[in-house]
């Protein structure tokens, strides 16, 4: 491990200067932007795939990364946009439509849980995050509307511009446009006022409120845009599968989106990318570990808090 | 008139009473220090003006108004800044970021301002940088801002505590400590740099000090406590010759 | 049956189910009061508890047979086992991150890959099926009326409390149990007086690690069947027992069970409640009680120092 670290590390001094990373990254975009053109379907699934954990990754980044708060029940928001799509689309609602009323239920649903314990320990956040994670999925397995423990299925497949969303490369650049949007929220949120209290919170919780930071206010709104994020997520997760079930936002994957914001390097972007690049190619690389994956994942998190806890991604230096 | 009125304040932990009964006023363009032996309540007293403890009991009147048990963010917002006794930097932020901070309750762009990159909010961050520069500049180490607060020198860490305090823009500067481990040369300029908060920008200061010298100096009044109550009260030579004071204070000032 | 009656069998119900809540929850109080750690794994080692227990018994039941006597030592065994098992935990993945003074929040993290670890784990071990506990208890017990108390109801809450009895001495008569206060207390005063802090951080994740295999064992018997998923809910209830109770408070953490077990129960008769929305129920409950009272019940509420 220390081997594979050394190597990102002097890779990144040697991309150090800003006209090479620049190049880097326009080289990387043209790449990922004409890859459909070449690649199989197999490819383009796993790439679509990679994306949606990117921005899901990027999203709990924002609730852990930037505010320091532990949400163990992120996929909770990804269901909830999920369902909301799927449930107002039976309803007849355009697709895109759903999507800010979505948004809207996430993050009432992250007012509801954020409100009354941001306000005390951190920790309590994240044990009622992992219950909120958890009842979330039980009233989906015992709701009418939402289908009970089958789920919805049959959910349509959205237009744009007369288009039907509905080949796998519909859906790649799709979801390659919701990363590209992800990125930039996310970098300038960071490189902002709030951005910038948020870290100030995570440093010091009461030398920030001696600056006159209200720190609950301050988290519920990475909570908030964190929900948003997932709701957002979970509704293009909707009509790509055209069907869903409670089952698909078990803890589980709440820790695996956990394990790539941690494992990339909490609060830095290209992190969360690297740690959702992981998540999606490591089991589709390693097959033959099937089920032990999960545990792989475990005894991983575990490895990088106890040695590197910065993450993979080398630090920013100064 | 005072800008500060400290009324019967009394705070408790369990059963200690770390400040009680305490009273004083802070008249407005002064410059005031708090003193009092090693756990004499100071920095509680501190805490309790500035809203991170609760008080137990009392009134506190800031330009008038009531802050008594306001939340800390609040009474920052309404002009009144600290610094702490033992360094609460960001760390790992650089010092012009950590200044930065105290722009917080004097700007207002929020989650749209930031994602949009509005004009307004584009202003805003010019505002706050240069706010925060010009403090760097007030306390003497704007050359320093790029740098790691973690990697100044001890001295320089505290002129950043100075600098963010000064950029909450207070009408209240409350000063912990501020010239613990100074050496001489940087106690002189923390001594100028008290009487520039006052005469040039126009701050009361309050502050807790150890260093008798200092407090001599630059206060125009001295209330000091023990066992969280106040003994005495008045000018440094009054303060000096009362006999509490020299019992409860400058007696064991040769222990330290 | 009459309301009485039904009262008197929920009453049972819920202090059984009470005091697996309490075994557990005093783990989470236990680790908490003294380094401040919401051991997240810790429904977790309750579930691998079960499993020792059930691996014991299938060892030794051929010989002692699968009654009380069979039970009581893979009780005895798992409980030891998992005991070292917590101390593992510690050492590996906690300590390193103590020693460093590392923010909480990592701790937090390193406990969840320690949970996902030891429930993967046995989710691979065990091809992912529940096991049948089988065991030769009987119905037998003593008859109120329509409601029938079994002897095995009766034999785990008096255990439970046993553990319990045993748990108050060690904590308030024993060397070891007074150094465990102290440090909660004040770590550093501790080192200075030359206690051995990690040694009995560690011992505190044995104490706390074997009462939930305690648990593990009793509710693998009771039920009947294991599964590696078990630890999860009743992580998050006994969590909230230690909330209800005051988190870091030792009989908090036993009385915390007891109302949360009875409170459960006395929902699930609740219209509109039932069984599939109990767990909803509960999780209510732990989202009040932090609103309204997060100290709980005999939890100090404390100034925390700048
Ligand atoms: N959060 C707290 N909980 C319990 N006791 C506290 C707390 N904060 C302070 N104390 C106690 O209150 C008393 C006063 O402490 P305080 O820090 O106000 O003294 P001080 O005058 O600032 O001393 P120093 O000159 O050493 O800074 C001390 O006995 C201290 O131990
Ligand atoms: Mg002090």
């Known amino acids: ?318 | ?256 | 049956m009459s309301l009485f009656y039904i009262v008197i069998q929920q009453l049972v119900n819920g202090l059984i189910l009470g005091s697996f809540y309490s075994l557990v929850a005093l783990g989470y109080s236990m680790v908490y009061g003294i380094i401040k750690l919401l051991n997240f794994a810790h429904g977790d080692i309750y579930m691998v508890g079960a499993f020792v227990g059930f691996g014991a018994l299938g060892i030794f039941g051929s010989i002692l047979g699968v009654g009380w006597l069979g039970i009581t030592v893979a009780l005895l065994i798992s409980m030891f086992l998992v005991g070292l098992l917590g101390m593992l935990v510690h050492r590996i993945a906690y300590q390193p991150l103590l020693n460093k003074r590392a923010p909480r929040m990592s701790l937090l993290i390193t406990a969840v890959g320690v949970s996902f670890t030891l429930f993967n784990g046995v989710m691979v071990m065990t091809n992912g099926e529940y096991k049948a506990f089988s065991t030769s208890l009987g119905y037998e017990g003593i008859s109120l009326g329509p409601v029938n108390i079994t002897y095995t109801q009766i034999i785990m809450v008096v255990s439970t409390a046993i553990l319990m009895l045993v748990l108050y001495w060690f904590i308030n008569r024993t060397m070891y149990g007074k150094a465990m206060r102290a440090i909660a207390l004040d770590q550093d005063a501790c080192r200075l007086m030359g206690i051995n802090v990690t040694k009995t951080i560690s011992l505190t994740f044995f104490v706390g690690s074997a009462l939930a295999a305690a648990a593990g064992v009793m509710a693998g018997v009771y039920y009947g069947s294991i599964h590696f998923y078990m630890g999860f809910i009743i992580g998050l209830k006994a969590f909230t027992a230690a909330v209800i109770g005051g988190i870091g408070s030792i009989p908090g953490a036993m009385l915390g069970g007891l109302i949360l077990g009875l409170l459960e129960t006395a929902g699930t008769q609740l219209p509109f409640v039932g069984s599939a929305w109990k767990d909803v129920f509960t999780f209510g409950i732990l989202i009040l009680l932090l609103v309204s009272k997060p100290t709980g019940i005999l939890g100090k509420s404390e100034i925390e120092r700048m």
């Open chain 1, 1 to 318: 491990m220390g081997n594979s670290v050394g190597l990102i590390d002097r890779l990144k001094e040697n991309l150090g200067g800003k006209k090479t990373r620049g190049a880097a990254l326009a080289v990387l975009f043209a790449v990922v932007a004409i890859l459909p053109l070449f690649a199989n379907n197999y490819i383009e699934e796993v790439m679509t795939n990679t994306f949606f954990y990117i921005v899901l990754a990027l999203g709990l980044n924002i609730v852990i990364g930037y505010a320091g708060l532990v949400d163990l029940g992120y996929a909770a928001f990804f269901a909830v946009g999920a369902y909301t799509t799927g449930i107002f689309m039976k309803m007849g609602v355009d697709f895109w439509f759903t999507i800010p009323i979505s948004i809207v239920f996430c993050i009432i649903a992250g007012i509801i849980i954020g409100g009354p314990t941001l306000r005390l320990r951190s920790d309590y956040l994240a044990i009622v995050t992992l219950g909120f994670g958890e009842i979330t999925r039980i009233v989906a397995r015992n709701l009418k509307i939402t289908g009970g423990a089958s789920g919805l299925v049959g959910i349509e497949r959205p237009t744009i511009f007369g288009h039907k969303l509905y080949q796998i490369t519909d859906f790649y650049y799709t979801f390659f446009v919701l990363v590209i949007l992800a990125i930039i929220i996310a970098m300038r949120l960071h490189n902002s006022r709030l951005g910038r209290a948020w870290q100030y919170i995570r440093e010091d919780e009461d030398a920030a409120e001696a600056m006159g930071i209200d720190p609950v206010k301050t988290k519920l709104y990475a909570y908030m845009i964190g929900a948003a994020f997932g709701g957002v997520a979970g509704a293009f997760f909707a009509v790509k599968m055209t069907a869903i079930s409670p089952e698909t936002f078990a803890f589980t994957q709440s820790a695996m989106i956990l394990l790539a914001v941690i494992l990339g390097g909490m609060g830095k972007i290209p992190g969360a990318i690297l740690g959702a690049v992981f998540l999606v190619f490591f089991p589709e690389i390693f097959r033959e570990i099937g089920q032990m994956r999960m545990l792989v994942f475990g005894i991983l998190l575990v490895i990088i808090m106890v040695f590197r806890p910065q993450g993979l991604w080398p630090q920013r230096k100064s």
């Open chain 2, 1 to 256: 008139m005072s800008i500060l009125e400290v009324k019967k304040l009394t705070l408790r932990f369990g059963g200690l009473t770390a400040v009680s009964n305490l009273s004083f006023a802070v008249e407005e363009n002064s410059i005031m220090s708090l003193i009092g032996p090693n756990g004499a309540g100071k920095t509680s007293a501190f805490n309790c003006l500035t809203g991170f403890y609760k008080g137990s009991e009392g009134e506190i009147l800031f330009k008038g108004q009531s802050i008594f048990k306001q939340k800390p963010h609040k009474i920052t917002k309404q002009g009144m800044a600290r610094t702490f006794q033992n360094l609460r930097l960001f760390k790992d932020m650089t010092v012009l970021e950590n200044v930065m901070s105290g722009m917080h309750s004097r700007t207002s762009a929020g989650v749209f301002g930031a994602i949009l990159r509005m004009p307004s909010q584009i202003h805003e961050e010019q505002k706050i940088r240069q706010v925060s520069e010009e403090c760097l500049e007030f306390v003497g180490i704007l050359d320093k801002k790029d740098r790691l607060a973690r990697n100044l020198a001890y001295g320089d860490q505290r002129r950043v505590e100075w600098a963010r305090a000064l950029a909450t823009q207070p009408q209240l500067l409350l000063l912990d400590e501020p010239a613990a481990g100074l050496n001489q040369d940087e106690k002189e300029q923390l001594v100028s740099l008290i009487r520039r908060i006052r005469d040039d920008l126009g701050i009361t200061v309050l502050l807790i000090e150890h260093d008798m010298g200092l407090v001599m100096k630059v206060s125009e009044k001295i209330v000091v406590i023990d066992y969280g109550q106040k003994i005495a009260e008045g000018t440094a030579t009054e303060v000096k010759n009362n006999p509490k004071v020299i019992e409860a204070y400058l007696g064991k000032e040769d222990e330290e």
